[in-house]
């Protein structure tokens, strides 16, 4: 699609169907702005009511014109939309804009039946059209804007550059976005407001996007996401070509989450699936327009940053302060220099002792010659710097030039931080900086998210080129897939589907009846648990349909309170028997989770179980599969980890088998695919370093 989409944006011709010379109106400021903006095809206005539109021809029909153009506007009420995409099909026109509104934005059965019906007609005419409810596109590679907006009014006055926009929104897209990255001084390459986007999508530009040569970085903002594997597909093309996706994506609220029968779906808010998901897929998302463009700003020049670590150098000593607390909440740290660094800096720095980073040169090197640009150049070079950071106050033209060249020889990113002016030359400001191709911030804050974002990204690159995750041996599809036909589930079904995946539980019996739960209890030997095996009561311990610790002896009188308990909480509920299961002490109780998402499909949930899931909701997500490494980052995300370290004279759990339980676990949600099943195990036991894990308490729900 990415490739089909070149004569949508940069087509040989286009018409307009709906063209008016009242700039009031929709149509006419659409056809002010593609004349003024220089697009170098044949115009074709569009309106039997008139023979001219700002001095070009204009028809009455779009069968009248004497060639088919490229990409056809329509601006027209909303009945007479499906009609002109007949008539575009009719034509033979591969692409259209339907600015149109009426139709699905205003979430009444007509409006989504007269969007369904334009879908169906274009399918039917054999052409692709953004929209409707939308404000066009602009293509400042190309010359070619159809839009309203009057973020470009007065012509293409800016130069195009190498960042794209791309926005469900017009607004957010095309102002907040777009037209403050450019008064900062940003060059784009093209923007986009798709609006309702009923056949072609917010994806489909993003991807024509990563594969226009001139662009460099896309910036997003995404109301809805029309398929999560689509998504997936997009930011993989994005990791080949080593392009960074900086996203809005609205929604953190968990208002739109779903009542679930697990625990897992009943904590799992959408926002914090996608949340993990981005960060999974190397999409760096943030929050507000500024943070887009600021961020594009270092990302457009492909500098990589090998870690974390921040070095920066001034002559005021409170921004110094500022950075370094900052970025400590970033995710930031500010380095000791090597010893080499800092025996070349001693003599730049007289009656100094020492040379902490950040470096503060304080007002004596207010005059020095190039003392700034050569301690800038040193603590650069040293090896344990990732990104350097010199920060500049009030400082003459000289000293600025001087930084910016040291920024552009750089191999290591190296934003400047420039609190003040330029004091004897007013034409050089932050702007003309940043039109340069500098990374040019006013405040730590901004500059060190753009940092942190960046090293994130390159993170994210190195583990990319890493081999995919492989599957553990010993697991059986085949059985698990036949077990998964069933249309009930009891507490032994669902251990049955996770041994199916190497997941065993402690020894356990289902017995049928009062004869043989006492047989199996003296098998297994010891005080053991008594659950009602019941596909109709998930949640066991709320129904009072288990018993903990029962001693061999207190089997029968323990196994007619449990199923007297069942029966009194749901008397419908069927009854497979009851499960006789070893009792396991000691140990860490985690959470593994499978819900479905709207947007990615079966999600993988990690988190300490019992009491903690519900209370903390201390939970890390992912999408599967995963391997051992991504297992562990998960569990290091946790705020309880270190109980998992051993803490208090507690000892250390076993974190390899909890990984490689983690990595089974999430096969088995791979494996699930679009099937509508929540699986979750709760608690799955860590016993001590070398001991293992055990299932204890297993749960699918079929929904």
């Not at 087509?11 to 006419?28: C, H, N, Q």
């Not at 090197?365 to 344990?384: E, H, M, N, V, Y």
């Not at 299961?581 to 985690?590: A, F, I, L, S």
Request: with cysteine; aromatic share 6%.
């Amino acid at each position: 699609m990415a490739h089909a989409l070149t004569r949508f944006f940069a087509p040989r011709s286009v018409a307009f169907i709906g063209a008016t010379e009242d700039l009031s109106k929709f149509g006419g400021r659409c056809m002010r702005q593609l004349i003024d903006f220089g697009f170098e095809g044949a115009i074709y206005p569009i309106n039997p009511k008139r023979d001219a539109v700002f001095g070009q021809r204009c028809y009455p029909s779009l069968s009248a014109l004497p060639e088919t153009p490229d990409h056809v506007g329509i601006v027209l009420p909303c009945p007479a939309v499906a009609g002109a995409l007949a008539e575009c099909g009719a034509k033979g026109v591969p692409f259209a804009t339907v600015f149109s509104a009426g139709f699905g934005e205003q979430g009444t059965e007509a409006g989504r039946a007269a969007q369904a019906a334009l879908v169906s007609t274009a399918r039917a005419a054999g052409l692709r059209f953004m929209g409707p409810n939308c404000n066009g596109l602009i293509n400042f590679t190309d010359k070619f804007a159809l839009t309203s907006t009057g973020a470009i009014s007065g012509g293409a006055l800016r130069p195009a550059g190498d960042v794209a926009v791309i926005s469900q929104s017009g607004g957010a897209g095309q102002v907040n976005t777009m037209w403050r990255a450019q008064e900062a001084g940003l060059g784009i390459s093209m923007q986009v407001s798709c609006g309702n986007d009923a056949d072609l999508d917010l994806l489909d530009y993003v991807e024509f996007a990563l594969d226009h040569a001139p662009t460099k970085v896309v910036l997003v903002l995404a109301e809805r996401i029309s398929s999560g594997a689509r998504l997936r597909q997009v930011a993989a093309r994005a990791a080949e070509h080593g392009k960074p996706i900086v996203m809005i994506k609205f929604g953190r609220t968990e208002a739109g989450s779903k009542a679930a029968a697990s625990h897992t779906g009943a904590i799992t808010g959408a926002d914090a699936v996608f949340d993990a998901a981005a960060r999974q897929l190397g999409l760096l998302r943030v929050e507000d327009c500024p943070e887009l463009y600021e961020a594009a700003m270092l990302l457009r020049q492909g500098r990589r940053p090998a870690g974390t670590g921040v070095a920066a150098l001034s002559i005021s000593g409170g921004n110094l302060v500022l950075l370094a607390e900052t970025g400590a909440g970033l995710g930031l740290h500010f380095p000791g220099y090597t010893p080499e660094t800092t025996a070349k800096l001693q003599p730049l720095l007289p009656g100094f002792t020492g040379t902490a980073n950040p470096t503060d040169l304080s007002a004596g090197a207010i005059g020095s010659k190039d003392l700034f640009g050569q301690a800038t150049r040193l603590i650069r070079d040293d090896p344990g710097v990732d990104t350097m950071v010199p920060v500049l106050t009030i400082a003459p033209a000289a000293d600025i030039r001087a930084t910016c060249a040291l920024a552009a020889e750089s191999a290591k990113p190296m934003p400047i931080l420039w609190s003040g002016k330029c004091s004897d030359d007013a034409s050089i400001t932050t702007a003309t900086l940043v039109a340069e191709g500098h990374a040019v911030y006013r405040d730590p804050l901004p500059c060190l998210r753009a940092v942190s974002l960046a090293a994130r990204h390159a993170g994210f690159l190195r583990r990319y080129a890493e081999p995919a995750p492989q599957r553990p041996a010993g697991m059986d599809q085949a059985r698990a897939a036949t077990l998964l036909k069933a249309d009930r589930f009891s507490e032994a079904d669902a251990r049955a589907l996770l041994a199916c995946y190497g997941l065993h539980g402690p020894r356990e019996e289902v017995a049928p009846d009062a004869a043989a739960t006492l047989a199996a209890a003296q098998r297994i030997g010891g005080p053991v648990a008594l659950k009602v095996v019941s596909p109709d009561l998930p949640h066991k311990t709320e129904a009072g349909a288990v018993q903990l610790g029962v001693a061999v002896a207190d089997v029968a009188a323990a196994r007619e309170k449990i199923l007297a308990n069942a029966l009194a909480y749901k008397p419908s509920a069927r009854i497979d028997g009851v499960l006789v299961q070893e009792m396991v002490t000691g140990g860490q109780e985690m959470l593994l989770g499978i819900t479905p998402d709207a947007t990615f499909g079966p999600v993988l949930a990690v988190g300490f179980g019992g009491i903690h899931v519900e209370v903390l909701k201390d939970i890390a997500f992912r999408l599967p599969a995963i391997g051992p490494a991504d297992a562990e980052a998960m569990l290091r995300e946790l705020r309880l980890f270190p109980l998992l370290e051993g803490v208090r004279g507690a000892p250390a759990s076993d974190l390899p088998a909890l990984v490689d339980a983690i990595c089974r676990f999430g096969w088995l949600a791979a494996d699930l695919g679009d099937a509508p099943f929540e699986v979750e195990v709760n608690p799955l036991i860590v016993l001590p370093t070398g001991r293992g894990v055990r299932v204890v308490d297993a749960l699918v729900v079929r929904r």
